[in-house]
């Protein structure tokens, strides 16, 4: 896919993963457009990169995903690519009373809020052209670390999801592409991340930034980065490897 001169939505995009596509992407020259939950952040992300356009958005809102939507049909008709980012991580054990705290709405953040906005969207996408929907799973959608259940089954759920709307979507000329990140040295979990991510050489948001664009460029439907394609490829069979902490 060729990376310049495109009209491009990153959800989660202030801070992380996605604020390090978001710099790339607008020095590539495109217009990128982030959305996020905190204004601070957004703010904070322009300032460092002045030519992004910010919106404030909760995509798991329906009011909220929805006025972002419309805004975006008025103010952007030429969006042609939507990255699918935003996503949280909480370390849960079923052994303790508060284990579903906030459960919805983590399966939300790093799904169905996804759905929705695609869903949503993608009347507006169909009009353009190059139109690419981009979902950012995980390494850890195939090989589970036990401590955060429900991030890993979410991503899971939204691995499955990418193929089936790929292959729904291969006549209408709306590609879509999985991006599979290993694990990367973001705020992700609020600085309660899963144990078993200790000691395992975390890439920064800028390395993986660089090489899942370069993935993208040669128009493959899978980008795998760093030891996710050792999950993607080996799945299951490092679960009990990877959950012996």
């Known amino acids: 896919m060729k990376l310049t001169e495109n009209t491009i939505l990153i959800s989660g995009g202030a801070t ?3 604020f390090a596509l978001a710099r790339q992407l607008s020095e590539r020259g495109n217009r990128v457009i982030v ?31 929805r006025a972002m939507v419309d805004w975006l049909n008025a103010n ?33 953040v790093n799904f169905t809020a996804h759905v929705h906005l695609i869903g949503e969207i993608l009347p507006l996408l169909r009009r353009n052209k190059r139109a690419l929907i981009v979902n950012v799973s995980s390494g850890l959608a195939f090989a589970p670390l036990a401590d955060v259940p429900i991030y890993c089954a979410s991503k ?8 089936s709307l790929r292959h729904q979507l291969r006549p209408t000329g709306v590609r879509v592409v999985e991006m599979i990140p290993p694990i990367v040295d973001t705020g992700l979990g609020g600085g309660v991340r899963s144990a078993g991510t ?7 948001p ?17 980008i795998l980065v760093g030891m996710s394609a050792n999950t993607r490829r080996q799945g299951e069979a490092l679960f009990e490897r990877m959950n012996s902490h």
């Open 76 to 108: 952007h008709p030429d969006l042609n690519v939507v990255i699918n980012n935003a996503g949280v991580q909480n370390r849960r054990d079923f052994n303790q009373a508060d284990a579903l705290k906030n459960l919805d709405q983590e399966v939300a």
């Open 16 to 18: 992380g993963i996605g």
């Open 198 to 204: 200790t000691g395992q050489g975390m890439m920064s």
């Open 206 to 222: 800028t390395e993986f930034a660089t090489d899942a664009l370069s993935q993208m460029e040669n128009d493959q439907d899978e």
């Open 156 to 163: 899971a759920a939204l691995h499955s999801f990418t193929l």
């Open 35 to 65: 959305c996020g939950r905190r204004k601070a952040s957004l703010d904070k992300a322009r300032s460092e990169v002045s030519a992004i356009i910010t919106r404030t958005c909760d995509i798991t809102s329906d009011e909220s995903r």
